[in-house]
């Protein structure tokens, strides 16, 4: 991203985070800026978007840029003076003497002559900010200026009103040039977020931050500094990290704030509390209490918004805003407040998850609620799939068994939520048996969370059956359905996951949430990745999903994203995501996920430097007691990197046999998906005897990466460095660049003189866009940097004299480097060297 600061240069923030945040991330727009003020005949720039956004520093950004050839004026509006006539413009009347009014004939050609003796008769501009606050006369005289000429205008305002009437005017003629400046995306916010404060910020930190900002630049400054102050976001080893329990009061005070929050009537501010606590809201739940007036003062004043959908949900516009309230609100809650929200909620209609914020802030405020609306919201709660607030609501029950309580924590740590929902559901209905086959509505739904955790995906199939439901309103069938898109892939039915997860989000069908909503991510996730859609999967961890709040935990989207990358070889994109989750998680693990973070890191770090990382916890992780209440998929996706570990950076021939072992399991246990993966792994770290074994598998399964492995193994077992060369390319083009780069070096390896050059050089191509380390005697075929960069030239008709001039050496020593090229490539002429270089 690119970045612009007053001077041109990169910026960090200082230690405090209090001073003037610099403009980052915003060069379209201050070209495009710069491009309307030089446009022949323009008058100048409306810079036009919400308040926050960085209108007025993108101005000054651009008005910097032509310091020294333009003389740039500062025209403020000021609410003191929007009654004074000319007040604004007192910066440009000090230089004449106004004895009639401003607008007459010669007073304005005076002003026209006091701006070229002042700009020294070069160009003026006229910066204009608070446009709000301007009075009509002098917006009328800017206007005046503009047009005959005299000045070039760089407005920047909210959007049209009475007050900027003049200058949209100027727009729609054509003689002002807009520029829009839209809030920044999720993306950028965080990337923004990463260059101001020094290091990474963790996905959940970056999430929480958008979720108060929304890309608003004043608001995310209130909230970087609100958050940092209160304990809430911290720096933690190379990252920031965010803090779900903190202690401390927190910050008060305006910033971010919209100035007509302090003009709203008393109606309309209760009406924000309510919906600052509760939100969403749904609006006919509110207007019974303040009417459809009281909505639209929320709306016009802009710190309410309601969604066009149905049921039409109120929210709180400014994030930084809503946490102030709640936090007040919860500090001293008023009875007259309390009674509003319990009417709110009064006989359980609202949606489930205004019910659920309801009760975390009652809580939070410590608030005396009855058994009954404990156990109601509970219900709820469990129902939707949100074991943990329900077990919320159960601790404060007063008929709770204890031991019931210590079991469902056991089932959340162990990440258990189907048992767990189940053991609630028992404890709130006053049920004595141990679960509740009436809630599954088909296959018990513990039985089948039980063995997938074990890893035993044929059973999975058995339970569930073979097909995916739709328009399943029951979050325990979504559970079942999510667990059987996995089982396919790593089993090795069809269909698979893509069709699968597309007829689960078909259009008009209810979208998941709570623990199925997860565990429908997380499955399709891992099955995407077993089969090759590496870019399919990683649009579901991806920042749109992200700023949508489409994860509970984002450290979950961070942690599979990088462990995806990490498998698949992608050291350094890996690095990035996954060392910024590794530090959320130590402080927040509530996923479970840290010993498969530290995997992931351990591995991409290996890939990236081609040795074990020596971080904290990374030995750690190597012990299987750390990991061991993580289910199958996770358990044996660690053993995997830490395999594929020991092969990069210790003994691969040992790693090999050790995936031989792994896949041997696997087919005992029937999933011939996890052993196809498996196997490719043997083959490609040097276990040819298992390429027949592969081939078998790869037939019988129709995936891209079942289609890369057959290229493998029927290269290997042919040895045919052409076969081998395509299941490279194929391997790569999925983003597999283990597999790549290991099909590039066998085809390498196996080519000889009598084989077209152009192969050798495209494998050759390949390989080296990956970490797969030269060991082996085909090494000594791959070009140096500097044989490739001297045969390049060669190839393009430089002479060996030219060549070593350029590259200040001897001609002998050049001619040499050649000549170890051409042999490598298996050519015996300059023709053919060119023939190599130039397809």
């Not at 201050?30 to 978007?49: E, M, N």
């Not at 069938?477 to 007829?503: F, M, Q, W, Y």
């Not at 993580?630 to 020991?646: G, Q």
């Amino acid at each position: 991203m690119d970045l612009l600061t007053d001077k041109g240069g990169p910026a960090v923030m200082n230690g405090d985070y209090t001073g003037a945040w610099p403009l980052l991330g915003r060069s379209e727009e201050t070209t495009a800026i710069l491009a309307g003020l030089a446009a022949t005949g323009s008058a100048g720039v409306l810079i036009v978007g919400a308040s926050g956004v960085g209108k007025t520093a993108l101005g000054r950004a651009a008005a910097a840029q032509l310091e020294g050839t333009t003389q740039v004026i500062l025209i403020r509006g000021s609410a003191a003076m929007t009654t004074t006539p000319y007040g604004a413009l007192s910066v440009l009347l000090m230089d004449v003497d106004p004895a009639d009014s401003v607008e007459s004939l010669p007073m304005l050609q005076s002003l026209q002559a006091a701006l070229r003796i002042r700009a020294r008769n070069r160009p003026v501009i006229l910066m204009v900010d608070n446009v709000h606050h301007l009075d009509d006369p002098s917006v009328r005289v800017l206007s005046y200026l503009a047009e005959v000429g005299a000045a070039r205008l760089l407005v920047a305002c909210d959007g049209p009103a009475p007050s900027s009437a003049r200058f949209f005017d100027l727009w729609r003629s054509g003689r002002l040039v807009r520029v829009d400046v839209a809030p920044l995306t999720f993306e950028r916010t965080r990337s923004l977020l990463g260059q101001l404060l020094g290091a990474p910020v963790s996905g959940t930190a970056a999430v929480e931050l958008w979720r108060a900002s929304r890309g608003n630049l004043r608001s995310l400054q209130a909230a970087v500094r609100g958050d940092i102050a209160r304990g809430a976001l911290t720096r933690d080893a190379g990252a920031w990290v965010w803090h779900r329990a903190w202690d401390g009061i927190p910050v008060q005070g305006n910033d971010g704030a919209p100035t007509a929050l302090t003009a709203l009537s008393e109606r309309a501010r209760q009406a924000l509390d309510v919906v600052a606590v509760a939100a969403p809201v749904p609006l006919d739940a509110l207007l019974p209490s303040c009417g459809a007036e009281i909505i639209d003062e929320l709306e016009q004043a802009g710190v309410c918004v309601v969604d066009p959908e149905a049921p039409h949900a109120v929210t709180v516009v400014n994030g930084v805003i809503g946490d102030r309230l709640r936090g007040a609100l919860a500090a001293n809650p008023l009875p007259a407040f309390l009674e509003r929200l319990r009417g709110l909620d009064d006989g359980g209609h609202l949606p489930v998850p205004a019910r659920l914020n309801l009760l975390r802030w009652f809580l939070d405020a410590e608030v005396p609620l009855q058994d009954g609306y404990l156990r109601g919201v509970a219900r709820a709660a469990n129902d939707a799939g949100e074991p943990r607030v329900a077990l919320l609501a159960a601790e404060h029950l007063a008929d709770i068994d204890p031991a019931d309580l210590v079991q469902v924590r056991t089932c959340l740590e162990r990440l258990r939520f189907s048992e767990a929902g189940a053991v609630l559901g028992r404890i709130l209905t006053g049920d004595a048996t141990p679960s509740d086959p009436a809630r599954s509505g088909g296959s018990d739904p513990v039985t089948v969370e039980g063995v997938a955790h074990e890893g035993r995906f044929r059973d999975v199939l058995d339970l569930t059956g073979a097909e995916v439901h739709r328009n399943q309103p029951k979050p325990l069938d979504i559970e079942n359905t999510a667990r059987l898109v996995l089982a396919r892939s790593l089993t090795g039915t069809g269909p698979g996951a893509k069709r699968s997860l597309a007829r689960l989000h078909g259009a008009g069908l209810p979208v998941p949430t709570g623990t199925a909503g997860r565990l429908l991510q997380e499955s399709g996730f891992a099955a995407l990745v077993y089969e090759g859609y590496l870019q399919d999967a990683l649009l579901l961890t991806g920042a749109p999903t992200l700023a949508a709040g489409q994860w509970e935990d984002p450290s979950v989207a961070d942690t599979l994203t990088g462990t995806a990358l990490a498998a698949l070889g992608h050291g350094e994109a890996a690095l990035a995501v996954i060392l910024p989750a590794v530090e959320q998680l130590r402080v927040d693990n509530r996923s479970g996920l840290l010993p498969l973070a530290e995997a992931a890191a351990a591995y991409a770090s290996a890939l990236r430097d081609g040795q074990d990382a020596d971080r904290p916890g990374t030995k750690h992780s190597r012990d299987s007691a750390s990991a061991e209440h993580l289910p199958w998929m996770h358990r044996s996706m660690i053993v995997l990197l830490h395999t594929l570990a020991d092969a990069l950076v210790s003994d691969s021939d040992a790693a090999a046999r050790r995936f031989v072992v792994l896949a041997a399991a696997q087919r005992q246990a029937g999933n011939a998906g996890a052993e196809l993966l498996l196997r490719m792994h043997a083959v490609r770290l040097g276990q040819q005897s298992q390429a027949p074994l592969l081939l078998d598998l790869a037939r019988g399964i129709d995936t891209p990466l079942a289609r890369a492995a057959e290229l493998l193994a029927r290269g290997v077992a042919a040895r045919d460095p052409l076969i081998l060369l395509q299941a490279a390319e194929s391997a790569f083009g999925l983003g597999h660049l283990d597999l790549a780069g290991s099909a590039a070096l066998i085809s390498m390896r196996l080519h000889d003189a009598d084989d077209e050059p152009l192969h050798f050089i495209r494998a050759e191509q390949i390989f080296r866009r990956t970490s797969v380390p030269r060991r082996n005697a085909s090494a000594r075929r791959i070009l140096t940097d500097r044989e490739r960069a001297f045969a390049r030239m060669a190839a393009r008709g430089a002479t060996n004299k030219e060549v070593a001039a350029a590259h200040h050496l001897s001609v002998r020593t050049v001619e040499g480097h050649i000549l170890k090229a051409m042999a490598k490539l298996g050519v015996s002429s300059r023709t053919q060297l060119s023939t190599v270089f130039t397809q």
